[in-house]
């Protein structure tokens, strides 16, 4: 019988790991164990790109294909590599011909310590691989994790903008179909298992074992991207006991449409839900293109923004403004609470022992609705929110008849403000009730002063952003376009 091992392709080769401690990173897998020091450490944070790999996995919408992509090597635990195609930048070459990504680095004099230029060579490779021709906008978007304190962005993003004309003769295009037969067999293979230092790890299948697992176990971590969950290994050096991995369940990762609702499963990563969201709210499509870097996007999981219940996730306001539900699965039985409902006190929620959450329900538009999220950090890309505002009307002619304001950073739980609500609710918007409304924030909120931002300037700004969203819905022109902010900030 085959045994229950983690299994992955570590460039072409097949790898098998169970005696490991789950809580390795990637990183430290890669350069203790595997003796490949290609990739680097700079932040052991996710924050500066150092270390990036990229990770081929079937997709799952397309069948038969790979898709690529890039993520923090030392905020993702060893275990999360089951199934995958993980990619070093000591793997790029082919025979003695540098790989696009590099020779587009040597041409533009993309490098000059070094130290950072492995991870770029990896965010480029990945955006090649699905993008020969990508614009600066793109670009941008896929090297904003990454950071370069020596040569300077000019040359490293024109060496990304460069058109890969021969990308396909890679030495991964030469292998695809290969590639894609054996990550089909391990599809195959009996949940993974991982134990080493007395701590365990396992990645279920399926609702059905992960249910189990818990109920069995139920002091046990779970962990999506880990790009929450990982910060505290290697920034608070815990170690975890049991570590249950969601983003092989099946039921977790789904993706669906109906006509009133977008279903996302918990451990599906944004990048996979970016452009559905942004089609519908294209306020929340760029809000999310703020969320950390394409490489933690590509492993961040709304289930686990959600579950670590942080004042300042960016979700949560978006969700609890829209109206969005989430659905909690224990042990067999499901529940569906409004997002709202899910947080208690700081870092509390309503979720019980063993109980996780399955998946969260938005409900799709309808005329005469508006969703105006405004995010404020002090920088566009790769940075936690001083405070998120999000604000929901719905509109007959002039009249309110509906509105939800939640706002980030501004207590201890995102939440909803009922006294700047009712001011407006059921009225024409006008400057002299915005006014109104703004005086009334003070009953919804006390914010706190951090490291961050004060509490003076928490609420300022907080009532600001509503009568931004106040002169935004007078003109229909004034909305913000990330993308060119974005471009011009470079
Ligand atoms: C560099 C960097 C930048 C970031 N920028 C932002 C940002 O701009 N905005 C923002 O909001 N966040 C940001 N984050 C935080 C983090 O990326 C997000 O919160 C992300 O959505 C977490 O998802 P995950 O899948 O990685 O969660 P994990 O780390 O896997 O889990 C986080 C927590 O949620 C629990 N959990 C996970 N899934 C479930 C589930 N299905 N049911 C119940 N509990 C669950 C875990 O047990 C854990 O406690 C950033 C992080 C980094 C490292
Ligand atoms: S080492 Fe900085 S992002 Fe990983
Ligand atoms: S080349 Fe030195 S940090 Fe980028």
Redesign the pocket.
């Known amino acids: 019988m085959t045994k229950n091992t983690v299994r992955f392709l570590l460039n072409n080769d097949v790898v098998t790991i169970e005696n490991i401690d789950p809580n390795l990173t990637v990183l430290q897998y890669l350069r203790e164990i595997q003796f490949k020091s290609g990739t680097k450490e700079g932040c052991a944070?996710?924050?500066c790109g150092a270390c990036t790999v990229v990770l081929a996995e079937l997709d799952k919408d397309n069948v038969g294909q790979l898709h690529y992509n890039s993520i923090?090597s030392c905020?993702t635990f060893v275990g999360n590599l089951h199934g995958k195609q993980l990619i070093t930048v000591e793997d790029l070459k082919d025979g003695a011909k540098l790989h696009h990504a590099q020779q587009t680095i040597v041409d533009n004099h993309g490098s000059q310590c070094g130290f950072c230029t492995p991870g770029f060579v990896m965010s480029s490779f990945a955006l090649h691989k699905h993008n020969k021709t990508p614009n600066r906008a793109e670009v941008l978007e896929a090297l904003a994790?990454n950071l370069c304190r020596c040569t300077g962005y000019r040359s490293i993003i024109a060496a990304a903008i460069t058109a890969s004309t021969d990308s396909d003769e890679d030495s991964f295009a030469k292998h695809y179909q290969t590639t894609v037969a054996t990550l089909t067999e391990f599809q195959e293979l009996p949940s993974p298992v991982l134990a080493g230092n007395g701590h365990n790890f396992i990645a279920p299948k399926n609702i059905d074992e992960l249910a189990i697992e818990l109920t069995n176990e139920p002091k046990s971590?779970?962990?999506?991207?880990?790009?929450?969950?990982?910060?505290s290994v290697t920034q608070n050096l815990a170690t975890i006991n049991k570590l249950v991995y969601?983003g092989n369940v099946a039921e977790?990762t789904n993706f669906e449409e109906t006509d009133t609702e977008i279903i996302i499963g918990?451990?599906l990563?944004?990048s996979k839900f970016i452009d559905t969201l942004h089609h519908y709210y294209p306020d929340l499509g760029e809000m999310i293109e703020?969320?950390?870097?394409k490489?933690?996007?590509n492993?961040?999981?709304?289930?686990?923004?959600?579950?670590?219940?942080?004042p300042?996730?960016?979700?949560p306001p978006a969700l609890i403004a829209l109206g969005a539900t989430m659905t909690?699965h224990l042990n067999g039985n499901e529940r569906t609470i409004l997002v709202e409902d899910y947080f208690v006190d700081y870092k509390k929620t309503v979720?019980k022992s063993a109980?996780?959450?399955?998946s969260v329900q938005i409900p799709k538009p309808t005329p005469g609705q508006t969703l105006k999220l405004y995010?404020i950090?002090k920088r566009i890309d790769?940075?936690?929110?001083a405070v998120l505002a999000a604000i929901f009307i719905e509109q007959q002619g002039q009249k309110i008849t509906n509105i939800r304001m939640a706002f980030?950073g501004m207590a201890a739980i995102p939440k909803r403000a009922p006294a700047a609500e009712g001011v407006l609710h059921g009225y024409s918007l006008t400057k002299a009730l915005v006014t109104q409304a703004k005086v009334a924030l003070t009953n919804d909120f006390q914010p706190m002063s951090d490291v961050r931002a004060s509490d003076k300037y928490r609420m300022t700004v907080a009532q600001n952003l509503i009568e931004k969203c106040y002169l935004e819905l007078q003109s229909a022109n004034a909305r913000k376009n990330i993308e060119t902010r974005v471009v011009n900030h470079a």
């Open positions: 944070s996710g924050d923090n905020i994790g971590t779970l962990l999506a991207g880990g790009t929450d969950l990982a910060l969601l977790l918990s451990a990563p944004y703020r969320i950390g870097s490489q933690v996007r492993n961040g999981t709304l289930g686990g923004n959600i579950g670590n219940a942080s300042i996730g960016d979700m909690l979720l109980e996780f959450i399955k995010k950090s790769d940075d936690i929110s980030g």
